[in-house]
């Protein structure tokens, strides 16, 4: 087992290159079927290693050859016990979480500013949830997930949860305090599970966050595509615990995965862990040091700012400093509109985009040369482009209101009715609705409407920004539970 090995990939590609012929799926034949402007531009080895299931190449879901040496190396990586790939993104890894560490019923403490596939992990595994407040800071126009102290505060409240689910790091890179988390959770016997799907690097160099296997998270999901080099949906998830069952794991990711997995994505993955292990220290290095120069630039413009690691750690947080969350509310437009003037002018996109914000994600393929058409973008957009003033404020109404029913019976209920915003005030939702920004869910499944959350949603309504779930052009109404 040596990290200079990449048994996988290399198994996929010597049978790429020995140019079997094909009677096995995928249709296309070794590239021989592919369209063909599209083949045009890729070239056509890549597709003879896009392979299906044979004992040369092993099984996700029952591996006993190449897959299971990559992940026992991938295991070996990140210093926990399991490591499991996964090709559907870390949000499967979320309903993997809750499904292995929890039995429905089981109550679980999870910040409201969870990933919307939380909630579908939530809805499968029959969990009841209690919602935490997520700190909202108005100065930097972001918000944070749970600190010790909430959940601390929430077990006080609800000893009776089995786990705790925490975010971190969040989209603007920021991250919790894992360390002090997973003690309190320790001392109570609760499962710490951690969606780290923005953090698979941070292991890889001493000035990055602690990361979640190393603050001890009995499970935790990562998107190693995100910011490491696996392709689109390439993702882990790793268990370290005495206190979930791994027979139960194995069992429920072969259920939550295709049985025909892409072995591009699979060869990457074991690829991208042997290029960490060997040369992350130094790739994030340079890496580190080109975020920190564009954040230095930006920080010296009229309009827009960057806010930095010690401005995150005075708010007892910490911050992956390869992110860059641009604010824009100075130059009078919003993010989203920023956004569109860089990818339509400058031809450069960033990950996403909110009132305030820009976020741009740096990754190990970042170079120099990346980072300058950024910054020398918004330095040029901060002199030509000013909009008017704006009173966008971020906030968000109280959040903790009472679970009525559980999701997954709502959800999988059939009596509902639509009733007009304005009387909707005492029903149980039996719909998400997520305002962007700030991405939180504002209703879910279960949840007891009240006056403070109809009046924020008609708030929304009146400036015509629209909700994630409304239905139709306006959100007139809400879907409740219909009388039984």
């Not at 939380?118 to 972001?142: E, F, H, R, Y």
């Not at 890889?204 to 995100?226: I, R």
């Not at 120099?368 to 918004?378: E, F, G, T």
Request: with cysteine; aromatic share 6%.
């Amino acid at each position: 087992m040596r990290h200079d090995r990449a048994p996988l990939f290399e198994t996929v590609l010597n049978h790429a290159k020995n140019r079997v012929v094909s009677f096995h799926t995928p249709g296309h034949k070794n590239g021989r079927g592919i369209d063909r402007r599209l083949r045009q531009f890729t070239g056509r080895n890549l597709y003879y290693m896009d392979v299906t299931v044979f004992p040369e190449v092993d099984s996700l879901h029952d591996p006993v050859g190449p897959i299971k040496k990559a992940q026992q190396l991938m295991a070996m990586a990140y210093g926990v016990e399991h490591s499991f790939f996964l090709v559907n993104g870390s949000s499967v890894a979320n309903m993997i979480m809750l499904m292995s560490a929890c039995r429905p019923g089981d109550s679980v403490i999870i910040s409201r500013n969870a990933h919307k596939s939380t909630m579908a992990g939530v809805i499968l595994s029959g969990v009841w949830p209690i919602w935490i407040q997520p700190k909202v800071d108005q100065n930097l126009d972001i918000l944070f997930d749970s600190s010790p102290e909430q959940i601390e505060e929430a077990l006080r409240l609800f000893p009776e949860a089995k786990a705790v689910f925490v975010t971190s790091p969040t989209y603007n890179g920021v991250t919790a305090d894992l360390v002090k988390i997973k003690e309190i959770c320790r001392a109570r016997g609760k499962i710490l599970l951690v969606d780290e799907a923005h953090g698979p690097h941070l292991k890889f160099h001493k000035d990055l966050p602690v990361s979640a296997v190393e603050a001890g998270a009995d499970m935790c999901g990562q998107s190693t595509h995100k910011i490491l080099s696996a392709l689109s949906q390439g993702s882990v998830v790793h268990l370290q615990s005495d206190l979930i069952d791994v027979t139960r794991v194995r069992k429920v990711v072969s259920l939550l995965q295709t049985t025909s997995p892409n072995y591009l994505i699979l060869s990457s993955l074991d690829a991208a862990r042997r290029q960490a292990v060997l040369e992350g220290e130094r790739i994030l290095e340079r890496v580190i040091r080109y975020a920190e120069n564009a954040r230095k630039r930006i920080n010296q413009m009229k309009n827009v700012n960057s806010f930095s690691r010690n401005d995150i750690l005075a708010r007892g947080y910490d911050l992956d400093v390869t992110k860059l969350t641009v604010n824009v509310t100075r130059t009078g437009l919003s993010g989203h509109e920023i956004e569109d003037i860089l990818a339509e002018k400058y031809k450069v996109q960033v990950d996403a985009a909110d009132l305030f914000n820009l976020i741009a994600i740096m990754g190990i393929g970042s170079d120099k040369s990346d980072v300058d058409r950024l910054v020398d973008a918004l330095a040029d957009i901060d002199h030509k482009y000013k909009g008017g003033a704006q009173n966008w404020v971020l906030q968000i109404p109280e959040l903790t209101t009472e679970m009525v029913m559980n999701p997954r019976d709502v959800f999988l209920m059939q009596k509902s009715k639509r009733v007009p915003l304005s009387k909707a005030v005492g029903q149980i939702s039996a719909q998400t609705l997520t305002p962007y920004p700030p991405g939180i869910p504002v209703l879910i499944p279960g949840e007891r409407i009240t006056k403070e959350i109809v009046n924020y949603l008609a708030d929304l309504s009146d400036k015509d920004i629209r909700v994630v779930g409304q239905e139709g052009d306006a959100l007139r109404t809400i879907k409740v539970v219909a009388a039984r």
